[in-house]
């Protein structure tokens, strides 16, 4: 019997690994003026879309759709002839903008589509027009999201209550507002999310009156009125009798692809030795973790995350209590525990506040924009950064080369497949990677494919 065997040849094969620490490059991007602030903290002004950055942010006293080209802004659609504060959710090639003006005041809700024939958006077709939307008195601020059946969902607060209002497409007829949430103070706020995984959305608040922080969930489909019961966020570790206790009107929201959800938010404390900002993730299985503290009284304000699931990293972005920085810390997701702040935007003596970005989780760069509220009028102060990655350059070795088929000890067959199995993920693996040897005998043969 003839035998054969492979000799491995060494081949070298770069993985990446994510063990550095931070943004790995921010580059600063042109400063253009506002006419209003770069607030609200549930909201997110920014998106990533054909391999370009948009933001809707209001200048010269309307409300204009920007791209960035390069290092520059350039506005190429005005949505509304006023300012306002937007809340932009992606859907497809569609963007809902919902364009925020106060209580008692005419919020409008603006639909644009992509043109992949131009290389740019355009009013939607199916509803060109806006529709205006009357915000009860006393709305801090207001945020929307669109659930898996394509309800669109709006959510803000009144005076002492949560509520939400929904619609179908094309989004022109709203419901009556569906309370949440009762019991809660003017100052309160709430915010949207969509967990797609469990083919639901959320609602998250604070309840200064309380003291506690609210949660329900809703299924895609079942009826607009049907909420879960709150789940009370942390409310086992609210501590009453400190300053204002655990909850505050501040709150930003990410959900990774397995429904896990976090939420940045700020206590009331107020008070040396307790936290600031404060991390809650919710898991897939509904239950809440511990609360994670980001920073300590007196330290954070307006605070944003930016998620990269691909490196399974989590940053807090906020703005820094005494001198107007946007700083941010940084965690691994799977053990969370946060660095050391970390400049973003800082210099001079501006005053930097209002950080925003997007709902979006990025996989390599991200934009964050702020106001700069030391000038007159205000600037857009905004960066793209970076994930530092590291090479693996540890190569991957062989662990057993064995014959997969024909398995019987005497061959016929004209064609014998091996098994090569390696000590990692390989790709790129051809078979010039591999040599035939014959090691008695005689034999005519080559390695036709890996």
């Known amino acids: 019997m003839k ?3 492979f000799a491995f040849m060494c081949f070298c094969l770069v993985f990446q690994i994510t063990n550095a620490q931070g943004f790995s490059t921010i580059t600063n991007l042109d400063p253009f003026s506002l006419s209003d602030k770069t607030a609200d903290k549930s909201q997110a002004k920014l998106w990533n879309h054909d391999g370009k950055w948009w933001s809707v942010l209001s200048n010269g006293h309307d409300t204009k759709l920007f791209r960035l080209d ?10 509304a002839t006023s300012n306002s ?5 992606v859907v497809g ?7 925020y003006k106060g209580g008692l005041k005419n919020a409008i809700l603006v639909s644009i589509e992509y043109d992949n024939t131009t290389n740019n958006y355009k009013l939607w077709n199916i509803r060109p027009g806006s529709v205006n939307f009357l915000l009860p008195d006393g709305a801090v601020t207001a945020s929307l999201v669109v659930d898996g059946d394509n309800r669109m969902w709006i959510a803000t607060n009144t005076k002492n209550s949560m509520n939400v209002w929904w619609s179908d497409s094309p989004y022109t007829n709203w419901s009556s507002p569906i309370t949440i949430a009762t019991g809660t103070m003017s100052d309160d706020n709430c915010a949207l999310a969509v967990i797609s995984p469990q083919n639901k959305i959320g609602i998250f608040w604070s309840n200064k009156s309380s003291k506690r922080f609210g949660f329900k969930t809703h299924a895609d489909g079942a009826n607009p009125n049907t909420w879960s019961t709150d789940e009370a966020p942390a409310a086992n570790e609210a501590i009453d009798n400190v300053g204002g206790g655990l909850a505050d009107n501040h709150m930003n929201i990410k959900v990774a692809s397995d429904g896990t959800l976090y939420c940045v938010t700020r206590t009331s404390y107020s008070k040396s030795n307790y936290p600031q900002l404060i991390l809650l993730i919710r898991r897939p299985n509904g239950v809440w973790d511990n609360i994670y503290p980001v920073t300590m009284n007196p330290e954070g304000t307006q605070a944003i995350l930016l ?3 691909t490196l399974g990293k989590i940053k807090v972005v906020y703005t820094t209590s005494t001198n107007g920085n946007i700083i941010y810390r940084e965690s691994i997701t799977n053990s969370i525990a946060f660095s050391e702040a970390l400049p973003l935007i800082s210099g001079g003596s501006s005053l930097y506040n209002s950080p925003t970005s997007t709902h979006q989780n990025y996989n390599s760069e991200v934009v964050v924009i702020a106001t700069n509220a030391g000038t007159s009028p205000w600037q857009a102060a905004s960066v793209k950064a970076s994930d530092a990655i590291q090479e693996d350059k540890t190569l991957p070795v062989v662990n057993s080369i064995n014959r997969f088929s024909p398995l019987t000890e005497s061959i016929q067959s004209s064609v014998v497949t091996f098994r090569a199995s390696f000590s990692e993920k390989v790709t790129g693996v051809d078979k010039s990677d591999f040599l035939l040897n ?3 005998g005689s ?3 080559v390695i036709s494919e890996v």
């Open 3 to 5: 035998k054969v065997c």
């Open 85 to 89: 504060k937007a809340d932009c959710r």
């Open 93 to 99: 090639d569609l963007v809902h903008i919902l364009l």
């Open 70 to 79: 390069g290092t520059k802004w350039t506005a190429v659609l005005i949505l």
């Open 307 to 309: 998620l990269n699931e």
């Open 438 to 440: 014959v090691l008695s």
């Open 443 to 445: 034999l005519n043969g």
